[in-house]
């Protein structure tokens, strides 16, 4: 076992190592198996936890999106029309509004870089950068297994 550190944790082995030892084997796995199975309970718990809120942002976020590509547009030339100056906040939301209807593959861009970039951030064994910025090097290939 002690071979396949891949496999087998360290907690694992040295749990099966001291059953051997004391002639308690039998005992020490059905503890092992005990925690394990908590253990994994405890994973889908947590992740049964955590997609409704997920769930719930998603739709929040895709509703606010066809509200700026659906909803606002309409009202561009109405306010045009008044001839008064619009306060801050307004031209910056129509900014963003005449962005993501003129530009959206942009948008998609960035959210396909940010998910790509996050999943491989949570994936890589080592992170990207160590503790010295001088040496930053991307986590890629071999390096990551």
Not at 82 to 109: C, I, K
Not at 115 to 137: D, E, K, L
């Amino acid at each position: 076992m002690d071979n396949y550190p891949g496999v087998f944790s360290t907690l694992y082995t040295a749990m099966v190592r001291s059953g051997e030892a004391s002639g308690n084997l039998g005992n020490s796995l059905l503890k092992m198996a005990t925690f394990l199975e908590r253990e994994a309970e405890l994973k889908r718990k947590i992740k049964s936890a955590t997609s409704y809120p997920l769930i719930v942002i998603t739709a929040s976020v895709l509703i606010v999106i066809g509200l700026f590509i659906f909803v606002l547009p309409q009202f561009v030339g109405f306010l045009k029309a008044l001839n008064v100056p619009l306060p801050f906040p307004t031209r910056m939301t129509l900014a963003m509004s005449n962005f993501l209807v003129h530009r959206w593959y942009v948008l998609l861009v960035i959210v396909a870089v940010i998910f790509f970039g996050v999943r491989a951030w949570f994936r890589c064994s080592r992170r990207p950068w160590p503790a010295s910025p001088t040496r930053w090097r991307p986590c890629s290939g071999r390096a990551c297994r």
